[in-house]
């Protein structure tokens, strides 16, 4: 087989990894929010359970919940395994990079100082117009490094979607590799991986710059 | 009356921050709040900006009722849609300034009137416009907070509670967090601001300040009014032991 | 300025990676020639911790199978010690050139291509061959019947291969191959119904289906093949020294005595050993 073959045919599984990748933070970044939100909740019984799961998720392998989202239901209750593996995959990886990203906003939120609540409070904007215009872009800016971390993480943990036979390109990449006993495969999946963080990193280099207009 | 407050009781945990304090501020009147620092001034300006909430007592602004003492002596608040209503009636400049960081100076002054009022764009900006003249910064509207001196930004905090033109404003220690060559351009503003007849409360510790420009001086200690009355007369011949010994330590 | 230092820093890390991999490549034949002198030597025997029969964790914990019993044998007579090394079956041959194991035994497929690249291989001592296992319910009665459908297997083993190779023509009339990694994920998927029909060794479906109710294992042989322990090139002299010592045991006896073993099935039928 080629090396162009071999790029060719991996590169077919790129778009597998990136509807992981795109759906994960489609779905992750606004349900991390909303877990931040549950984690911060004055109701003492909300909270506590929600820092549960999310300790729970943070805790264990992404590996273990993949099999967990893909097969669990079908052991515990006996509903069918999906035929579509995209589905269990963005779920699964949705909801642990959300209990990842609601504790980078939480963090954030609460790196914002009182002062700018009571300001806000004061000239009578309502809880949610302070959230959303004088809390949350503060918080934007001051979560971009950590949220960048977790983006290039992403990337490659996009490989474990294997673990349910989900066939992304790492997994294509192990099948060349199988077949032609070559290294190669492995190679080229590591300039891929390489290529798409040099441009997700780009891309976060690209919004932190535009929100550096104030200190 | 703009404000009155009346019975004022408030406490954080055991301790007990305001006894009983009852006072009241007329239009175009400027009150000066003195005292020792834990004396409970900053709570009591809190609690006429609603930042806490009393245990006990009324507040009414314009002859309205925000809150009043039930008959199980708890104090109770209207809802807070309606305590938004209330809001609108007072601002409060902050010992730290606290401008939004992220928007321009003039964004600063334009986004509540906007947001919040329902005032027009053009209205908004044109009044913003008309306040920075006024505390000499128009050339400022396009900068960002960190782009000024701590001066600057506290004239913009005074210009941006200026905007939701309300009835009275209040000042925490406004210039307590200032270098001392700043706290002179602040206090200018709001003397201008006397003269302009608006009705003001300001926390300081700046007593010839205090004296020069307010019609009316309180001075605090312990969570009580010791005494209060003409600047010239708390100043000059005060008749409380402690509002003596308070003063000694300025005359210094 | 910064964006430069960055490209800067991610080129040594590349150079970094780059210069690891070879050095792995590169220092075959250093550990486990060491206790090359027979008496007492260790022999690491390399796995697939999950293809029962051959080898696979059994109900006490420890590694059992048919590979496992017949290389402890072989350890006994010998004198060595015997060392189990859990392969990462898509990464054997890297893991067997550095050194990790001694050699493959794992129910391992010898393949032409093995042989080219220079293993040494024993002689095959197993004839599988690749079966369907379809739910008794599913009304597949042969590989025509699976055009459209999806059909699993494990990912690496002679099964997914074939598919590529002897049988893509079959493999095309597919809607999809599903590939897992490992036999349970395949039969999970089976039994979930994400797939309809499983493509794997003859042996290990027996043995699935025996255990398990409501499959069944279509008749039809879907290329046969042959199993073989691999050594890396220049270990001759090892897989020599095994192999006589496999004929001892089939001459004695134990081995016909391991293959008998209830929990190993038909796996009996398919010894080449036992057929001569």
């Known amino acids: ?215 | 009356m703009i404000l009155e407050m009346k019975n004022i009781e408030k406490s954080f945990g055991d301790l007990e921050v305001l006894k009983d304090i009852s006072f009241g501020v007329d239009r175009s009147e400027v009150v000066s709040i003195i005292g020792p620092s834990g004396s409970g001034k900053s709570t009591l300006l809190r609690c006429a900006t609603f930042l806490e909430t009393i245990d006990g007592g009324e507040i009414s602004y314009m002859g309205e009722k925000a809150a009043h003492t039930d008959s199980n002596g708890r104090a109770v608040y209207v809802t807070p849609n309606e305590l938004r209503h209330f809001r609108k009636y007072c601002g409060l400049v902050f010992q730290q300034f606290n401008l939004f960081p992220h928007y321009s100076i003039l964004k600063n002054l334009t986004d509540a009137p906007i947001h919040v009022q329902g005032v027009s764009r053009e209205e908004a900006e044109e009044t913003a416009m008309d306040l920075l003249r006024k505390m000499g910064i128009e050339d400022k509207a396009n900068a960002y907070p960190y782009q000024l001196s701590g001066g600057q930004q506290q004239r913009v905090a005074i210009a941006r509670a200026m905007a939701m033109k309300p009835e009275i404003l209040f000042f925490d220690e406004p210039t307590s967090a200032l270098d001392p060559e700043l706290t002179g351009e602040v206090l200018k503003v709001i003397r201008q601001l006397a003269e302009e007849k608006m009705t003001m409360v300001v926390v300081t510790h700046e007593m010839p300040f205090a004296r020069a420009v307010s019609n009316r001086v309180i001075f605090m200690e312990g969570g009580v009014i010791v005494e209060q009355g003409d600047p010239r007369d708390v100043f000059g011949d005060p008749q409380e032991e402690r509002t003596k010994q308070f003063l000694r330590v300025f005359e210094r | 300025m910064k964006k430069r230092l960055t490209a800067l820093v991610l080129a040594f890390a590349m150079i970094f990676t780059m210069t690891v991999l070879t050095a792995c490549g590169g220092n075959q034949g250093d550990q486990a020639d060491q206790g090359d002198q027979s008496e007492g030597r260790t022999f690491v025997m390399g796995i697939d911790p999950e293809y029962p029969p051959f080898s696979y964790l059994g109900d006490n914990g420890e590694y059992t199978g048919f590979d496992v019993d017949v290389a402890r044998a072989v350890c006994d007579k010998l004198g060595w010690q015997l060392e189990i090394f859990e392969l990462n079956w898509d990464n054997r041959y890297i893991q067997l050139d550095n050194n990790e194991c001694d050699c493959v035994w794992s129910g391992m497929t010898i393949l032409e291509s093995t042989k080219e690249e220079g293993y040494v291989l024993s002689a095959p001592y197993f004839d599988n061959s690749q079966v369907l296992m379809v739910k008794a319910d599913s009304g597949i009665a042969s590989s025509a019947d699976l055009a459209g459908k999806d059909v699993g297997v494990q990912l690496g083993t002679s099964g997914d291969i074939l598919l590529g190779e002897d049988l893509a023509e079959l493999a095309g009339t597919f809607n999809s191959v599903v590939r897992s990694d490992s036999f349970l994920k395949c039969f999970t998927e089976l039994d979930g119904g994400a797939v309809d029909a499983v493509l794997v060794d003859a042996p290990v479906a027996a043995s699935y289906a025996a255990e398990h109710d409501g499959f069944v294992i279509l008749d039809e042989k879907l290329g046969g093949e042959q199993y073989g322990i691999c050594f890396r090139s220049g270990d001759q002299e090892l897989c020599d020294e095994v192999e006589g010592a496999i004929q001892e045991l089939v001459a004695d006896g134990t081995y016909k005595q391991i293959a008998e073993k209830e929990e190993y099935g038909e796996i009996i039928n398919s010894l080449i050993f036992l057929q001569q």
Do not use: H
């Open chain 1, 1 to 215: 087989m080629s090396l162009w073959t071999m790029i060719v045919s991996m590169a077919e599984g790129l778009e597998r990894t990136c509807a992981i990748f795109f759906l994960t933070l489609i779905f992750s970044l606004p349900l991390g929010m909303c877990v931040a939100l549950l984690r911060m909740s004055k109701n003492k019984v909300v909270a506590n359970a929600t820092r549960f799961v999310i300790s729970v998720l943070r805790g264990t392998p992404l590996m273990l919940q993949l099999l967990a989202v893909t097969y669990g239901p079908y052991y515990l209750f006996g509903i069918g395994v999906a035929r579509n593996k995209l589905i269990p995959v963005v779920i699964a990886f949705a909801i642990n990079y959300a209990a990842y990203f609601a504790e980078i906003y939480r963090g954030g939120i609460e790196s914002i100082p009182l002062g700018q609540y009571e300001a806000a409070n004061v000239l009578g904007y309502t809880k949610t117009q302070t959230f959303i215009r004088i809390i949350l872009p503060q918080v934007v800016k001051r979560i971009m490094p950590s949220v960048t971390n977790e983006v290039v993480t992403l990337v490659k943990d996009t490989s474990l979607a294997f673990t349910v036979s989900y066939q992304e390109m790492f997994t294509i990449g192990k099948q060349i590799a199988n077949s032609q006993t070559s290294f190669m495969p492995f190679v080229v999946a590591g300039v891929f991986y390489f290529v798409f963080n040099a441009i997700v990193d780009y891309g976060m280099g690209r919004i932190e710059n535009r929100l550096d207009y104030y200190n």
